[in-house]
C-alpha cells in the first residue's frame, strides 16, 4: 500500500444518479450526487470546472459541471452521446452508478465579472459550462449588469436546456436571443450562425465581459466578431477543448504551448490564447 | 572519499542487498541486449542472474525510468462496484544506472511531484538507494551527447553512491545520508583505499569526458527555443516528413512520460490501467469529434523538441532532454534530440 499517506487522485468516488433528462436529441443532463453523504455535502467546485465522469469498466471522460456551485449538494453534467464512455453514459438510468474525480481546472473569474455587463455565446453543446456561470450569476443577480446570452444550435432539436431558457428570459435585465442553422417549421427565432445575431442586437464592448464556449471554429469565428465590435482580447473570456486523459496535468495529452488545458485551463483568455507560441490549430 | 570496492566483491555485495532491497542491476538477455531488470529472491535464480549482470558500459536500450513507471501499470482494480487501489511500493536498489539516467529520474521526481502529485509514481519511487556508475566510454557511441548536455560521463549530485571505474576496483563517491548507511552497513564488501584516490578520480573523469566524442551546441539551442519567435518550421517538416512515427524516441526516453488510461473488464470486474503513450503519434490529440488541433505530421514531430527544449526549460529551469542519445541510437531513420540540435545551431544538416 502506499505509504505516502495523501489522497490519490486518480481514484474516483462512486455517486448516484438521481435523475435524466433528454435535452436535446443527443444530450441529456444527468443530475447526480455522491454516495458518501459527507462528500456529497462538503463537496465544493467552482462554475467552469470540469470533473473525470466514469463508469468502471468503459472508461473515463472530462465533463463540464453545468450545476451551479450556488446551488448545493448535487451535480449536474449535460452530456452528448459522442464515443465510448459518452455512449455508456447515456445507457444508464436513475439510480445507476457513476464514478467522478475533481473538480479540475481553473474557473470563470467571478470576482472579475462583478460589476459587468456579461455577453453568453454559446453554440451547441458549449452552452453546458456557462450555464454553471449563468446560474451563479442570476442566483446573484445584483452584483451584475445586463446579461446578453446568445446561443446558436444547428438545429432547434440540438439546443440544450429548453426550459431554462425561459426562464432566463424571465429574470429581470436578462436577454436571451436564439438562432439555428436549419429552422423547422415551428422555429420562431432567428436563422444562421451565431454571429447572425450581431444584426439584431446590440454587442457592445463597454463594461462588458463576452464567455464564449462552443466548437473550435464557432469560438474562432465569434472571437472575429467580438474584435470587430471592439471587446478587448483580454474582455473576451473563453473555454479550450482537448483530448484528456487524466485531468492533472500528467498525463500529458491537453497540451497547448507550455500550458496544460487541464490544469492551467480550461478556461483561458483571448489575450492569453492569442499570445501562445502555436502553429497548431488552438481555436 | 575513502572507500573502494573491489570488482570481484559486487556479486556478493548483490546478494546480501537483495534480502533487503528490490535490487535492479543491468543484466544480458537473451539476444544480448542489456536491460536493467530485478533480480531474483530464489538462490538458483539469483546466482543465475548474478552470471548475467553486466556493469560495464553497456547501452541500456530502455532507460529505467520503467522502475518508477512502468510501460503498463495497473491504477486500480474493481468488482461489482467497489474499487481497490494496486499502488506499489517497495524499497528499490538501482545497482549501476549510468548519470544521464539518474538526470532523467530527477527530471521525473519533480514532474510527477509537481501541481497534483502522482500516487503510482512517488509511491513506487519512495524508497531507493541509486548507485551510479559513470561511463568510462559512451554506451552509445556517436548518440550519447552528455557533455553538451552537462549531465554526464559522471553525476556532480543526486545520487546515493557513485561507483568509478579504476580498472579491478571502483573508486566510491558518497553523495547522501542514505549512501553513507549503505556503505557502513555493508561494510565488510568495502575497503579503505590507499593512494592519491582524488588525483585518480580526476584523471579518470577527464579521460572519459574526452571519449564522448559527440559535442553538440546543446546551451545554444536551448537559448535559440526559449525565444517565442523561433520556429524553425521548415526543419519540423523535414523531421516530420521523414519520421514513421514508430514511437522508439518517445518510450525509449528517460523524461518522456506521456500515459494512455483505459479500462479491462470482464463482467464487473476488472482493472483501470494506464500506458506509456507518445506525442507523435496522430491520434494522440484527436478528439471524440475527429477534430484533430495537431493533424499535420510536422505538428506532431516538433512538440516532442519544444516540449523538452523550451516548455520544460521554461517552467523548471531544466532542460527536458538529458543528452542520453536512445532518441538517436533507436530510430529507424536516423533523427534525434542531437540531431535536431544540430539542425538549429547550423552545425549540420539531417539531409
Ligand atoms: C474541459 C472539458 C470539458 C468538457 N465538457 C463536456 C460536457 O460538459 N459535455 C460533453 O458532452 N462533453 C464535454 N467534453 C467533451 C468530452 O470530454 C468528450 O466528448 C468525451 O471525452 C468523449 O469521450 P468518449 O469516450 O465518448 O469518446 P471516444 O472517442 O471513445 O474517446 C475516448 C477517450 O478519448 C478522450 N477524448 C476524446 N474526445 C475528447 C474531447 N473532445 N475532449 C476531451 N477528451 C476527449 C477521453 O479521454 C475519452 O474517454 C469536455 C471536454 C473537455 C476537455
Ligand atoms: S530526447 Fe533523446 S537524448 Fe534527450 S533524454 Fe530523451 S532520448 Fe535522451
Ligand atoms: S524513433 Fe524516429 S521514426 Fe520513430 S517516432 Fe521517433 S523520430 Fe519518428
Ligand atoms: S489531461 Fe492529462 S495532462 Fe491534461
Given amino acids: ?283 | 572519499m575513502s572507500k573502494m570496492i573491489e570488482k570481484k566483491k559486487i556479486k556478493g555485495l548483490l546478494k546480501e542487498a537483495v534480502k533487503q532491497w528490490h535490487t535492479y542491476v543491468p543484466q544480458k538477455h537473451i539476444g544480448g541486449d542489456v536491460l536493467i531488470a530485478p533480480l531474483p529472491e530464489e538462490a538458483k535464480e539469483l546466482e543465475a542472474a548474478l552470471d548475467n549482470i553486466s556493469l560495464a558500459d553497456d547501452d541500456l536500450v530502455i532507460s529505467p525510468k520503467d522502475i518508477f513507471f512502468p510501460q503498463l501499470e495497473t491504477m486500480f482494480k474493481f468488482k461489482k462496484g467497489e474499487i481497490a487501489e494496486t499502488v506499489e511500493s517497495s524499497p528499490k536498489l538501482l545497482f549501476g544506472i549510468k548519470s544521464c539516467d539518474l538526470k532523467g529520474i530527477l527530471f521525473a521526481d519533480e514532474f510527477f511531484k509537481r501541481d497534483f502529485e502522482d500516487a503510482y509514481y512517488l509511491s513506487r519511487a519512495n524508497e531507493r538507494l541509486i548507485v551510479v556508475i559513470g561511463c568510462i566510454n559512451p554506451p552509445r557511441p556517436g548518440a550519447c551527447f552528455c557533455t553538451s548536455a552537462k549531465t554526464g560521463p559522471f553525476a556532480e549530485k543526486g545520487f546515493d553512491l557513485q561507483l568509478v571505474d579504476n580498472g579491478e576496483s571502483y573508486f566510491v563517491e558518497t553523495g547522501s545520508e542514505k549512501g553513507e548507511e549503505f556503505v557502513a552497513k555493508y561494510s565488510g564488501f568495502f575497503q579503505d583505499e590507499s593512494g592519491d584516490a582524488e588525483k585518480a578520480v580526476n584523471s579518470i573523469k577527464a579521460k572519459a569526458e574526452k571519449a564522448v566524442e559527440l559535442k553538440i551546441e546543446f546551451q545554444k539551442a536551448l537559448d535559440l527555443m526559449a525565444n517565442d519567435d523561433f520556429i524553425p518550421e521548415e526543419k519540423y517538416k523535414r523531421i516530420g516528413e521523414r519520421c514513421v512515427y514508430c514511437g522508439a524516441c518517445v518510450y525509449t526516453c528517460p523524461t518522456c512520460t506521456c500515459f494512455n488510461v483505459f479500462d479491462n473488464a470482464k463482467g464487473d470486474e476488472g482493472t483501470r490501467v494506464r500506458i506509456w503513450d507518445a506525442c507523435i503519434f496522430e491520434g494522440y490529440t484527436r478528439e471524440a469529434s475527429g477534430h484533430n488541433p495537431r493533424n499535420q505530421k510536422w505538428l506532431m514531430a516538433c512538440r516532442r523538441y519544444e516540449h523538452k527544449l523550451k516548455y520544460d526549460k521554461a517552467k523548471t529551469n531544466m532542460s527536458g532532454c538529458v543528452g542520453c542519445g536512445r532518441c538517436l541510437a533507436s530510430c529507424p531513420v536516423d533523427i534525434g534530440m542531437s540531431k535536431f540540435v544540430q539542425e538549429i545551431t547550423e552545425d549540420k544538416k539531417i539531409m
Avoid at chain 1, 505509504?3 to 481514484?11: A, H, L, Q, V
Avoid at chain 1, 469560438?219 to 478587448?232: D, E, P, Q, R
Wanted: with cysteine; proline share 5%; charged share 25%.
Fill in chain 1, 1 to 283: 500500500m502506499c505509504t505516502c499517506n495523501k489522497k490519490n487522485e486518480y481514484i474516483p468516488y462512486p455517486a448516484k444518479i438521481e435523475s435524466v433528462k433528454k435535452e436535446s436529441f443527443d444530450t441529456k443532463t444527468f443530475r447526480v450526487r455522491f454516495t458518501d453523504k459527507n462528500l456529497a455535502e462538503s463537496f465544493q467546485y467552482k462554475q467552469g470546472q470540469f470533473m473525470e465522469v466514469s463508469i468502471l469498466g468503459v472508461g473515463e471522460a472530462p465533463i463540464s459541471i453545468t450545476s451551479s456551485p450556488s446551488r448545493k449538494g448535487f451535480l449536474e453534467f449535460n452530456i452528448r452521446a459522442t464515443g465510448k464512455v459518452t455512449d455508456a453514459i447515456h445507457a444508464l438510468k436513475k439510480g445507476d452508478a457513476l464514478y467522478l474525480r475533481g473538480p479540475y481546472g481553473n474557473s470563470f473569474p467571478l470576482e472579475e465579472l462583478k460589476g459587468k455587463n456579461l455577453y453568453f455565446i454559446a453554440g451547441g453543446i458549449g452552452l453546458a459550462p456557462l450555464r454553471s456561470l449563468i446560474n451563479m450569476v442570476m442566483d446573484n443577480r445584483d452584483d451584475f449588469k445586463h446579461v446578453k446570452i446568445l446561443y446558436g444550435a444547428k438545429t432547434p432539436a440540438d439546443m440544450c436546456f429548453a426550459d431554462e431558457l425561459e426562464v432566463w428570459k424571465k429574470i429581470p435585465d436578462t436577454e436571451v436571443w436564439l438562432t439555428v442553422d436549419k429552422p423547422c417549421d415551428a422555429w420562431g427565432c432567428s436563422i444562421g450562425v451565431v454571429t447572425e445575431l450581431w444584426k439584431e442586437t446590440d454587442v457592445h464592448p463597454e463594461n462588458a465581459v463576452a464567455i464564449v464556449c462552443g466548437p473550435a471554429i464557432m469560438i474562432k469565428f465569434v472571437t472575429l466578431a467580438l474584435k470587430k465590435s471592439g471587446f478587448a482580447g483580454k474582455d473576451i473570456i473563453m473555454t479550450l477543448e482537448r483530448y484528456m486523459k487524466c485531468g492533472i496535468g500528467k498525463c500529458g495529452h491537453c497540451n497547448i504551448a507550455g500550458k496544460f488545458v487541464c490544469t492551467d485551463g480550461p478556461v483561458f483568455s483571448y489575450e492569453q490564447v492569442k499570445a501562445f507560441p502555436e502553429k497548431e490549430h488552438v481555436i
